[in-house]
């Protein structure tokens, strides 16, 4: 499992690695002065840092992660709208196949996805359970035309 990172600073991920690699070069330039008033500060410490900082730069940015974010919204709500569709076709089917039979009509799941129109993991659970009852008999009548509008 990932291990979760956790920034603990406000700046921009870019600006703190900067600034981590000035710090660092000038402790490695400047490292007797700053050993000889702290004696835990040796090489070993530089070499740490800029391990941190190596790992730091390998890691992909904030403003980058935000930016695949934003994508992945769009492409979540988009989807969003094509299952809003699909469940709707669904409903005019099964009101044409089932005309004068509600309990069959309303056999998909309908009295969930007004939830589910505004709640991603509700939708794409509202859509399995119509795909799946509109596969399966008596219903697999659904299951071509329905499949054309999830896919």
Known sequence: MTKEIIRTYTLEDEAMIVRAQIIHDHLVTDLAAFTAKFPFIDGTTTTALQ???DAAEALPLDNQVVSNLK????????????GRKALSN????AKLTYPKEEARQRVFGQAHWKAA?????????AL????SLA??????TFSFVFSKFIT
């Open 51 to 53: 391990a941190s900082i």
């Open 71 to 82: 994508v992945l919204t769009e492409d979540v709500n988009a989807q969003m709208i094509l």
């Open 90 to 93: 669904l409903n005019i089917y």
């Open 117 to 125: 129109y505004s709640d991603q993991e509700k939708m794409m659970n």
């Open 128 to 131: 399995e359970q119509a795909h």
């Open 135 to 140: 596969s399966s008999a008596p219903y697999d």
